[in-house]
Structure formats: C-alpha cells, structure tokens
C-alpha cells in the first residue's frame, strides 16, 4: 500500500489518480497510525511550505513523516512535497524535515540572474548523466540541495536548479509527476515497483 499524505494540499487527489492509472495501491493518510501501516509514502505539495508545515504539525503527521525518512524507507517528495526534505526553507524560513540537506530558496530578481517569469510554470527539460524528459513545473522557490543528492538539473533562462534529487530511498521531483504524461506515469510506477528504492539512473524508468 502506498500512503499519499493528506495535509491539505491542493494535488493530492490528482496524485492519487495517478497512481491508480499505473495500477498502484494507493490512499490518502491522515494519521500517524495510517503512515505506520504503508509500504511507501508519497509527500505531495501544492502551495506555501509554511502552511503546509503548520498542518503537518497541527495533525501529529511531520515527526512520522521526518522518522520515516530517516528510517531509509521509500519516501516520494513531490514538489512542494521534495522541498519540505530539506532542511528549511527560505519561505517563511520555515523549518525542513531534514532528510536531506540544503535548503529551498527563492528564485533570485532577472537583474541577479533568475528567471523571467516566476514562478516557474509549464513544460520544462529535466537533464540527467544518462539523458533528458520532459516534466510538469508549477513553483516559485528551487532546491538548493547538496550536490551530491542531485541527479537531474532543469534551466530556465539561464538559471539552473537541481530538479530531481536522491537520496538512499528518497527521491524528490520538483516537478509534478502526476501532470508529466508518459515519463511521470513510468517514474510512479518505478516508484510502486519498488525501482526507485536504490539510487538509479533516471534512464531505468523514462
């Protein structure tokens, strides 16, 4: 059973769906007894980190959830879901759950280098050692994540992020898979199988 945790945010139904359309098990969790009982967790994210933190806290979810991460159980960050795994976030300056470090920032004005449009949204390249895909972006902060967790890196007008990271079991997308046709169906599914579990090259399931 995949857990997808319900804190509120606005994907978590689409999410769902999308899991189902791969033929994954998957229901919504609203409780630490509920994150117990899964096999694999999934943390969506639609909106602000500091309100999604608040309900996380406010609904006895974000020390199961941070435990576990920290336990080297599969965990998939989606989003808003990939930058509450790091270790805070400059919205805000709201605390992470600290599974992986950096630290979310926000994009830096065009003068400094940023983009021309923030937040980032639409179809965007996610590049790879082993290739690129083509993947869904809604989000105006990045992860700034440490190197040695990043596996794939997207650019946009110039400025380049890490859009994908890894970590033990943990995989984190900053974009949404749930709306990144064939290649986000095939990373879900990798993600059921249990593909995803060791660190692999993006070219095992796009």
Not at 11 to 22: C, F, I, Y
Not at 28 to 54: C, D, F, N, Q, Y
Not at 84 to 94: A, F, I, Q, R, V
Request: charged share 20%; hydrophobic share 45%.
């Amino acid at each position: 059973m995949i857990a997808v945790v319900d804190f509120g945010s606005g994907n978590t139904r689409s999410v769902l769906r999308a899991l189902a359309a791969v033929g994954a098990e998957a229901c919504l969790v609203t409780s630490p007894a509920g994150i117990r009982a899964a096999e694999r967790l999934v943390l969506p994210g639609v909106g602000a980190a500091p309100s999604a933190v608040e309900e996380l806290m406010a609904r006895g979810l974000w020390e199961p959830v941070r435990r576990w991460g920290a336990d080297g159980r599969p965990l998939l960050g989606l989003c808003l879901g990939a930058q509450l795994l790091l270790d805070g976030s400059d919205e805000g300056d709201t605390p992470g759950l600290g599974l992986i470090a950096g630290r979310c920032r926000a994009f830096p004005s065009v003068a400094d280098g940023g983009p021309r449009q923030v937040p980032h949204i639409g179809w965007n390249e996610v590049r790879t050692d082993s290739g690129a895909f083509d993947a869904y972006f809604v989000h105006g902060y990045w992860l700034d994540a440490d190197p040695a967790a990043v596996t794939g890196w997207t650019d946009v007008d110039g400025f380049r992020f890490p859009s994908l990271v890894r970590s033990g079991s943990m995989t984190g997308t900053q974009f949404h898979p749930e709306k990144s046709g064939p290649t986000g169906r095939a990373l879900l599914s990798a993600f059921a199988a249990g593909a995803l579990d060791a660190r692999v090259e993006a070219a095992t399931w796009s």
